[in-house]
C-alpha cells in the first residue's frame, strides 16, 4: 500500500492512499472524503477533474519506507481492479 500527502487546487492538504495508477492516471482516497479522486497527468504535472494542477508532495508505504516520487518503482506496488 503507498500512501502519500496531497494539496489540491482548492487549498485542501492531507494523506491518501494511491489506490490505482499508471503513467497517465492516478486514483487516490483522500482521508476524511467520502469520494475517490481521479488525477491525469498533464505534461509534467497531475491535475484534478477540473484541470487544476494538484501537488503530490510525499509518498510512503505501510512499513513507513519513504518513495521520491510516482515513478516506475510504485507501478508495481499498487494493485488495480480490472473488469
Excluded: N
Excluded at 23 to 43: F, K, P, S, V
Excluded at 61 to 76: H, K, Q, R
Amino acid at each position: 500500500m503507498v500512501f502519500l500527502t496531497v494539496k489540491l487546487s482548492d487549498g485542501r492538504k492531507g494523506d491518501a492512499v494511491l489506490l490505482a495508477v499508471s503513467r497517465d492516471r492516478m486514483r487516490l482516497a483522500l482521508q476524511g472524503q467520502t469520494d475517490t479522486i481521479e488525477l491525469r497527468r498533464a505534461g509534467d504535472e497531475w491535475v484534478d477533474e477540473f484541470g487544476d494542477a494538484v501537488s503530490l508532495d510525499y509518498f510512503w508505504t505501510a512499513d513507513g519506507s519513504s518513495i521520491g516520487s510516482i515513478s516506475e518503482d510504485v507501478f508495481p506496488m499498487v494493485s488495480t481492479a480490472r473488469h
